[in-house]
């Protein structure tokens, strides 16, 4: 079967059930009224909704502690709610994934629970077990800081469980064919239920070996082939985007060489350089990510991201790196987390300046890959650093200067809504926004519409351009005999350059702006001639005329394959 590629030109949207809308006036948000706000993302121009986990959970960690994998957690509706949500995007041409974590489960899921009961019970085996403290237990914990060890004796079976996160969360033995089994059944009830395929939660960890004598996990790559094949013969276009925080050299073991694994990826080696350039206005090192990130097959794609639900990961970094970005965007202790991140949204971490945000997102939408934004990162919300550990960047949306930002009639809420500060939400509120031409929400809804209309940076190659400026990134795109460049400023003083766009002939002479009238044409030696103000970004296409007249042609190739 042949995949449909849509996710190469696709826009992610991340949000959290819980916080979106609450329909019921219970202060959670739930399925009826995420499906009343679809019409609210489909005009920002999102084609795909990553949902985070909303199956029966204990809560004890956002819902990735799930006791249920085949059901709705009750605070946000049922089954039929669920269905009735993914027919909505249907509707609008919208493809939904969700969460799969099956590295580990909650300890009050069914099957933890029989396995603890008894040693002899048939889910025994479905978790890691050992009769003592295994000698490695106080290594390799995932929360570093916060979490004590990743074995936690239980006193009912009188025995040790391997958790590679919270003492809540037991380890499912991947490593089991009747375990490997049941992710794949998990994975058939969603896609029957309507959706197009999902973020794989953790996936490093779910491949690797687990065990009391396990020093050096070793990666059970095959298993990623499996969980694709089945994604094949049950919905050819179904994708797994991968959670996979590894370095460059393991990236083709998780797409494949052939392509035979995932679909995609997050690019976290992009992300981390990128907040150092931000940071430092030092472009270089992020430039080395791009290319040592490059090598991937024709089917692969990069997931690109500013923001998630997680900290900001700053681990793969120097720890001189780390620091500059530390100083920058977290010089608190209370803004950093697990001695490797910062747990702040990303409009506090850049002072709330306009300039900063729009060039960090326009970087977004220009790096190789497929864009994912993070609810409420549209209207440039804030946090609440009194919510403990990540938490904080997880407060309700803010729909309105209502009370309670929109989000509830109810006097309380799953979080509380940020309703102080430069990012209450009687200042940051999407129906504010939606008043304001000039506002952060219709500056998305812009980039994202003009981003769709690029389709360069999801199907082609990119090059690098050398503009002998450390601050200036100038990155072009080429597929079909079409290009697209794009040059960001990341110093907070103006930059002048000149460059060669490396083109044949007279191909490269005019730079057209997609933005705005700003045009710009090449001089006697093939040079163009930029000034960039403080955080300044272009996006153009190449080519003149010709490029007009083949505007038609550059419409009706988008959603299809490269040859």
């Not at 006791?67 to 049922?78: A, E, L, N």
């Not at 747990?343 to 939408?365: C, F, H, K």
Request: a neutral charge.
């Amino acid at each position: 079967m042949i995949d449909d590629l849509w996710y190469k030109n696709a826009v992610f949207y991340c949000l959290s059930v819980g916080s979106f809308m609450d329909a019921d006036g219970d202060g959670c948000g739930d399925f009826k009224g995420l499906t009343r706000r679809l019409d609210y993302i489909h005009g920002l121009g999102i084609t795909a909704i990553w949902l985070m986990p909303f199956q029966p959970s204990p809560g004890k960690d956002d819902g990735y502690d799930i006791s249920d994998y085949y059901g709705v957690d009750p605070r946000y509706g049922t089954l039929g709610d669920f269905v009735e949500f993914t027919h909505g995007c249907h509707q609008r041409g919208i493809r939904v994934i969700i969460d799969l974590v099956v590295n580990h489960t909650s300890d009050q899921h069914a099957w933890f629970k029989d396995a603890r009961s008894a040693r002899d019970s048939r889910y025994r085996d479905w978790y890691v077990w050992s009769d003592k403290k295994p000698p490695n237990a106080n290594k390799g914990m995932v929360f570093p800081g916060v979490q004590k060890s990743t074995w936690t004796h239980d006193t009912t079976s009188k025995s040790w469980f391997f958790h590679r996160f919270y003492d809540f969360q037991p380890d499912l033995n991947t490593s089991n064919p009747y375990v490997q089994a049941e992710i794949l059944k998990i994975m058939g009830f969603w896609l029957q239920l309507g959706v197009s395929g999902f973020r794989m939660d953790a996936v490093p960890f779910v491949i690797a070996t687990k065990g009391p004598k396990v020093n050096k996990p070793t990666e059970q790559y095959d298993m990623l082939r499996a969980f694709r094949e089945f994604l094949q013969w049950r919905k050819g276009d179904a994708i797994i985007l991968a959670e996979a925080n590894v370095l460059p050299e393991t990236d083709m073991e998780y797409f494949g060489s052939d392509g035979d694994r995932m679909q995609m990826m997050f690019n976290f080696h992009v992300n981390q350089n990128l907040f150092y350039a931000l940071a430092s206005g030092d472009v270089r090192p992020l430039a080395a990510a791009m290319k040592v990130t490059k090598p991937r097959p024709a089917t692969a794609q990069w997931g690109l991201f500013l923001r998630n639900h997680d900290e900001l990961d700053l681990g793969r970094l120097t720890e001189e790196q780390r620091q500059t970005v530390f100083a920058k965007f977290g010089p608190d202790k209370d803004m950093q987390l697990y001695d490797r991140g910062i747990r702040r949204r990303l409009a506090p971490m850049l002072g709330g300046d306009r300039r900063r945000l729009e060039l960090a997102y326009s970087l977004m939408y220009t790096l190789p890959g497929t864009p994912v934004l993070r609810y409420g990162d549209e209207i440039a919300m804030g946090d609440d650093l009194t919510l403990p550990e990540r938490n904080c960047a997880r407060t309700p949306m803010q729909w309105s200067n209502e009370p309670r930002a929109g989000f509830t009639k109810s006097e309380k809420s799953k979080n509380p809504v940020i309703d102080k500060g430069p990012y209450g939400y009687n200042h940051v509120n999407v129906a504010k926004q939606r008043r304001d031409p000039n506002s952060m929400l219709n500056w998305t809804e812009r980039m994202i519409r003009m981003r769709k209309e690029v389709p360069e940076i999801g199907w082609g190659d990119f090059t690098i351009i050398a503009t002998r400026n450390p601050a200036v990134l100038a990155i072009r795109y080429d597929w079909r005999n079409n290009s697209v460049l794009f040059v960001h400023n990341l110093d907070e003083q103006p930059r002048e350059v000149s460059f060669a766009l490396g083109l044949d002939g007279k191909q490269g002479d005019h730079l057209i702006n997609l933005l705005t009238e700003d045009h710009n044409r090449a001089d006697a030696q093939g040079k163009h001639h930029l000034m960039l103000e403080a955080y300044a970004y272009r996006w153009y296409r190449v080519g003149g005329l010709d490029y007009l007249l083949r505007r038609s042609d550059i419409d009706s190739d988008t959603d299809a394959h490269p040859a």
